[in-house]
């Protein structure tokens, strides 16, 4: 036969483990995904020598493959506009094409996004 505090003492570890879990997958679920993009310099070129932190945010995401999703939409948007455009606009547009492919997706939590 179990001795009764044993079995207390079990149902409460789970529950307890339980609770931890818990935690855990609302604190995942609760973490949203940046597009960040790289702005652009003078010349319409993607500044990636800048950190991370000083990347546009271009909007906020549930999940990190809604955000890689968006950076394709994002990326075919502005090259068509890029083809469409022959005059100064064609460098900017081309410029953000660049510049979003540049860009990465990244959980909001990420320290990185705290760099001076």
């Given at each position: 036969?179990?001795p009764a505090?044993?079995?207390?003492?079990?149902?409460?570890?789970?529950?307890?483990?339980?609770?931890?879990?818990?935690?855990?997958?609302?604190?995942?679920?609760?973490?949203?995904w940046y597009?960040?993009?790289?702005?652009?310099?003078?010349?319409?070129?993607?500044?990636?020598?800048?950190?991370?932190?000083?990347?546009?945010?271009?909007?906020s995401y549930?999940?990190?493959?809604?955000?890689?999703?968006?950076?394709?939409?994002?990326?075919?948007?502005?090259?068509?506009?890029?083809?469409?455009?022959?005059?100064?606009?064609?460098?900017?547009?081309?410029?953000?094409?660049?510049?979003?492919?540049?860009?990465?997706?990244?959980?909001?939590?990420?320290?990185?996004?705290?760099?001076?």
């Open positions: 036969m179990v505090a044993f079995v207390i003492a079990s149902v409460c570890d789970k529950s307890e483990s339980m609770k931890l879990r818990h935690a855990a997958a609302l604190a995942l679920a609760s973490i949203g597009l960040m993009i790289p702005p652009l310099d003078n010349s319409q070129k993607p500044r990636t020598d800048l950190p991370l932190s000083q990347y546009w945010q271009d909007s549930d999940s990190a493959r809604e955000c890689e999703e968006a950076k394709l939409q994002l990326q075919r948007f502005h090259l068509d506009r890029s083809k469409k455009n022959v005059d100064h606009m064609h460098e900017f547009y081309y410029g953000m094409f660049e510049s979003i492919a540049q860009g990465s997706c990244v959980a909001s939590d990420d320290p990185r996004l705290k760099e001076k």
